[in-house]
């Protein structure tokens, strides 16, 4: 199969707040898995981002609000632990790609 006859591998990337940063390590219950600081965090996103481009994924930042994310939690009865908020990004991802989808089709039903 031809690579560019299809779409590229994408990746959601949680994108913390900055203002919200300290929130989401006081609460989440494995911080010692999480950046001590926003900026830390943030170089180790960006190089992350540069690793997954280089082996053909491209990561789409996924803005990660924290409230949003603790209404998610208590709706699911879910832990603020990396798999849980792993997951919310993904589904935020696969919602921003069916809203740009469900917008493409309206488009082209009109040309």
């Given at each position: 199969?031809?690579?560019?006859?299809?779409?590229?591998?994408?990746?959601?990337?949680?994108?913390?707040?900055p203002h919200q940063y300290?929130?989401?390590?006081?609460?989440?219950?494995?911080?010692?898995?999480?950046?001590?600081?926003?900026?830390?965090?943030?170089?180790?996103?960006?190089?992350?981002?540069?690793?997954?481009?280089?082996?053909?994924?491209?990561?789409?930042?996924?803005?990660?609000?924290?409230?949003?994310?603790?209404?998610?939690?208590?709706?699911?009865?879910?832990?603020?632990?990396?798999?849980?908020?792993?997951?919310?990004?993904?589904?935020?991802?696969?919602?921003?790609?069916?809203?740009?989808?469900?917008?493409?089709?309206?488009?082209?039903?009109?040309?």
């Amino acid at each position: 199969m031809n690579q560019s006859n299809h779409s590229p591998m994408v990746m959601g990337v949680a994108i913390y707040l900055p203002h919200q940063y300290g929130r989401l390590l006081a609460t989440a219950e494995d911080v010692d898995h999480l950046n001590p600081t926003w900026d830390e965090w943030r170089a180790v996103c960006d190089e992350t981002k540069r690793n997954l481009r280089s082996i053909g994924i491209e990561p789409i930042d996924i803005l990660f609000d924290l409230d949003a994310f603790e209404k998610y939690r208590a709706e699911r009865g879910l832990k603020n632990v990396g798999g849980t908020r792993a997951d919310y990004v993904a589904e935020q991802l696969r919602n921003q790609q069916s809203a740009i989808s469900d917008q493409q089709s309206d488009t082209g039903s009109h040309l």
